[in-house]
C-alpha cells in the first residue's frame, strides 16, 4: 500500500471517529447553553449530537426541553416521544412533556404525561404541583384540590402549592378557606406577589373591595410589572366607583402589556360606567384585535351598544359571544332582556330561564324534589306553590299570573318576601299564602313567579292587564284617611330613589331636588319613600312633603296610603308597581334604555293601564323629563 493511501485511510478513519469522541463534550457544551438561556445555541448543538447519534436519550431530551422554550412545541413533542420510546421510565422526560403539553392549553394531554411521571415517581413534586394546574384548568376543582393536599402532606409549607390549593377553593366558592390557603402562602414566602393578587380576587368576590385593592397594592409593592395585578387592582377601584384611578392601573397594565386584552376589555367596562360609551367601544375592539375569540370583550361590547341604542349590533355582539361560548350564561340573559325591551316575548321569555345560571345575580333555584311547572303539564287537582324570587316589584308585577293558574284547576300556594305577604292575601287565586322562610304544606309542583309568564305563552296581547289585581284593606285605608287629614289638594304620591344595592341603581334613582321644579304645583306632596337616603334628608325639610316612612311597615301600609292619593309619580321602583296593580294613576320616570317591561317608544304600559311613562331623551338628563312632568302635573292639578 502506498504511503498516500496509507495517509488517506488514517484520515479517513480520524473522520469517523471524531463525532464519537466529541459526543460529551458537546453534549455538556448544549446543556451549558440552554442553562445560560442561549437556547439557539443549545439547539443547534443538540442536533449535532442528535445527527449522529439518533438513539441517545439524552441528547433527544435536552433537545425537546430547548425547543420548547423556543416555541417550537410541535417538534419538541416529537422529540419528547423519541427520547421516551428509548426510555419509557424517565419520569423527567414525562413531565417535562407534560409541562409542553400545559402551554399548549393541552390540559387533558398534560394531565396524562404528569400521572406518567408519578406513577413511576409518586414523590415528584414538580409533576404533583403541575397536575393541580392542569385540574385546575381542566375546571376539575374538586380534584385539584385533593391534589394540593396530597402534595402538602409531602411538602406542608410549600407556597405554590398553598396557592394552588387557594385557587381551587375559590373556584368551588369556599372563600374563607381560600384566603387562610393565601396566608398560609404568604406566611411562608411574604412577598409572593400571586398568592397576594389572588387573595384580592378572593376579596373581590366577597365583596370587600378595600381590602382586595390593599391585597393588590401588596402584590406591586413586591412585583412594580406585575401587569395581572394591576387589570384586577383596577376592577377593585371599578367597583368603588374610583373610575379615574380604575383607567390609570389599566393604563399601566397596557403599558406592561400592550397584548393584555382583559385589561382593554376591563377598561371597557369602566368607560362605560362613566357613559364614555364610544371609547368603551374602541377599547373593546382594541381588545377583539388582539383575541377575535374573547367572548367577555364581545359580550361587553354588546352591552355598550345596548346602552347606545343600537340595539341590533348589541344583539350580533351577543351572537359572536355565544358562538364562542355556548354555555355563557350573561350573554343569553341579556339577549334575552333585549329581547323582551324589543318586545320580542317569544325568545324573551324563553331566554330569560337563563337568569339561573347567571352568578351575578345571586339567585338560588329551588331546591326542591318537585318538578318545575313551565305550562305544559295539567294541573287540575294539583297543588302548585308559586313562589317569589328577585325584587318586590316583580312579585308584585308578575303574582297577576296566580289566578290563571287557579283558573286551571289548581290549588294555589304563593310565597312572597315577608314585607308583601299581608299585601298579597288581598290577591284571587291563592289558597295560601306565606312568606320566605315559612314551612311549606306539600305541593306537587313548583314555578318562579317570572316563569310565568312563559309557561303562559304571554305575547303583548295576552297580557293578563286587568287592574287593580290588589287591594288595601279598608280599615287601613280608612285610617289612613284620618290621618291625613280633609283633603283640600289633589294628593300627590312621590318615589325618588330605590334600592341603592340595584345594579341599575344610578340610571333609574335620582334626587329630591330634581324634583322640586314640580312642588309648584298647587298640591299636596306626600313622600312614598321607606327609606330616604342622607343625602335627601334636607330636601326632604325643605320641600315640605309629608313624610310617613316611619310608619309604613310592609306593603300592605303602602297600598292603603297609595289609596288615598290622586297620583303616584316615581321612578322605576316597587312602588311603581304597587301603584299600577291598584289601579292608582302613576307616572313613571324612565332612563333613556329603560327596564325590559317598560318597552320602547310608548308612553303608556301594557301591564299597567293607569301608568303614564316619562322617557329620558338621548341627552340622559332629568331637567327634560321633569319639565314634562311639572307642565303634565298641572293639567292633571286643573282638571
Known amino acids: 500500500m502506498s504511503n498516500a493511501r496509507q495517509r488517506e485511510d488514517r484520515r479517513r478513519v480520524a473522520r469517523m471517529n471524531q463525532p464519537t469522541l466529541a459526543l460529551p463534550q458537546a453534549l455538556s457544551r448544549a446543556t451549558a447553553a440552554y442553562k445560560a438561556g442561549q437556547f439557539a445555541a443549545a439547539e443547534h ?211 406592561l402589556r400592550p397584548d393584555y386584552a382583559e385589561a382593554l376589555s376591563n377598561r371597557g367596562l369602566t368607560l362605560h360606567a362613566q357613559k364614555h360609551f364610544d371609547e368603551a367601544l374602541a377599547s373593546y375592539d382594541r381588545a377583539l384585535a388582539l383575541r377575535p375569540d374573547y367572548a367577555e370583550a364581545h359580550f361587553n361590547r354588546g352591552l355598550t351598544l345596548d346602552e347606545l341604542a343600537r340595539f341590533d349590533e348589541a344583539l350580533a355582539s351577543y351572537d359572536r359571544a355565544l358562538a364562542l361560548r355556548p354555555d355563557y350564561a350573561e350573554a343569553h340573559l341579556n339577549e334575552g332582556l333585549l329581547r323582551l325591551l324589543l318586545g320580542d316575548f317569544d325568545r324573551g321569555w324563553a331566554k330569560y330561564e337563563w337568569r339561573w345560571k347567571n352568578a351575578s345575580l345571586e339567585l338560588k333555584e329551588r331546591n326542591s324534589p318537585r318538578p318545575l311547572w313551565l305550562g305544559a303539564d295539567a294541573i287540575a287537582g294539583k297543588t302548585v306553590l308559586l313562589h317569589s324570587e328577585q325584587g318586590f316589584g316583580d312579585a308584585i308585577q308578575f303574582c297577576r299570573y296566580v289566578p290563571l293558574v287557579a283558573a286551571r284547576g289548581a290549588r294555589v300556594i304563593l310565597e312572597v318576601e315577608r314585607p308583601l305577604r299581608e299585601l298579597m292575601t288581598s290577591l284571587a287565586g291563592a289558597a295560601q299564602v306565606l312568606a320566605g322562610g315559612d314551612a311549606l304544606p306539600h305541593f306537587d309542583l313548583q314555578c318562579p313567579l317570572l316563569s310565568l309568564p312563559l309557561a303562559f305563552g304571554t305575547r303583548h296581547d295576552s297580557i293578563p292587564s286587568a287592574v287593580p289585581y290588589l287591594r288595601a284593606a279598608a280599615d287601613a285605608v280608612a285610617a289612613w284617611s284620618a290621618r291625613l287629614g280633609t283633603k283640600t289638594r289633589p294628593r300627590i304620591g312621590l318615589v325618588w330613589s330605590g334600592n341603592p344595592k340595584h345594579k341599575n341603581d344610578e340610571n333609574r334613582s335620582i334626587s329630591l331636588r330634581t324634583l322640586m321644579p314640580l312642588f309648584t304645583v298647587e298640591a299636596t306632596f306626600v313622600s312614598l319613600q321607606k327609606d330616604v337616603r342622607a343625602a335627601d334628608a334636607e330636601a326632604l325639610k325643605a320641600g315640605g312633603l309629608l313624610d310617613f316612612g316611619d310608619a309604613l311597615r310592609d306593603f300592605s301600609d303602602t297600598a292603603a296610603l297609595v289609596a288615598n292619593l290622586d297620583l303616584v309619580i316615581s321612578v322605576d321602583t316597587s312602588v311603581a308597581h304597587l301603584a299600577g296593580a291598584l289601579a292608582t294613576p302613576v307616572w313613571v320616570l324612565l332612563p333613556f334604555v329603560p327596564d325590559w317591561r317598560w318597552l320602547l317608544d310608548r308612553d303608556d304600559s301594557p301591564w299597567y293601564p293607569t301608568a303614564r311613562l316619562f322617557r329620558q331623551d338621548a341627552t340622559r338628563g332629568w331637567d327634560g323629563v321633569i319639565a314634562r312632568v311639572r307642565a303634565a302635573l298641572g293639567d292633571f292639578v286643573r282638571s
Open 45 to 255: 448543538l443538540c442536533r449535532q449530537v442528535v445527527d449522529s447519534r439518533p438513539d441517545l436519550f439524552d441528547a433527544l431530551h435536552l433537545l425537546a426541553i430547548v425547543q420548547s422554550r423556543l416555541g417550537k412545541k410541535d417538534a419538541a413533542l416529537a422529540n419528547f416521544d423519541r427520547a421516551l420510546a428509548l426510555r419509557p421510565d424517565s419520569a423527567e422526560a414525562h413531565f417535562n412533556r407534560g409541562l409542553t403539553l400545559h402551554a399548549l392549553s393541552r390540559f387533558a394531554d398534560a394531565l396524562s404525561s404528569y400521572d406518567r411521571a408519578l406513577a413511576l415517581r409518586p414523590d415528584y413534586a414538580g409533576a404533583l404541583l403541575n397536575r393541580g394546574v392542569a385540574l385546575y384548568q381542566l375546571e376539575r376543582y374538586e380534584e385539584a384540590l385533593a391534589n394540593s393536599d396530597r402534595a402538602l402532606m409531602r411538602l406542608p409549607d410549600h407556597a405554590d402549592t398553598l396557592l394552588n390549593r387557594g385557587l381551587a377553593l375559590h373556584a368551588l366558592k369556599r372563600f374563607a378557606a381560600a384566603l387562610s390557603s393565601y396566608d398560609r402562602a404568604l406566611a411562608v414566602r411574604p412577598g409572593h406577589a400571586e398568592a397576594l393578587s389572588n387573595r384580592g380576587l378572593t376579596l373581590h368576590a366577597q365583596q370587600r373591595f378595600d381590602e382586595a385593592l390593599s391585597s393588590y397594592d401588596r402584590a406591586l409593592a413586591a412585583r412594580p410589572d406585575y401587569a395581572q395585578a394591576l387589570c384586577n387592582r383596577g376592577l377593585a377601584l371599578h367597583e368603588l366607583k374610583r373610575y379615574d384611578e380604575a383607567l390609570a392601573s389599566y393604563d399601566r397594565a397596557l403599558t
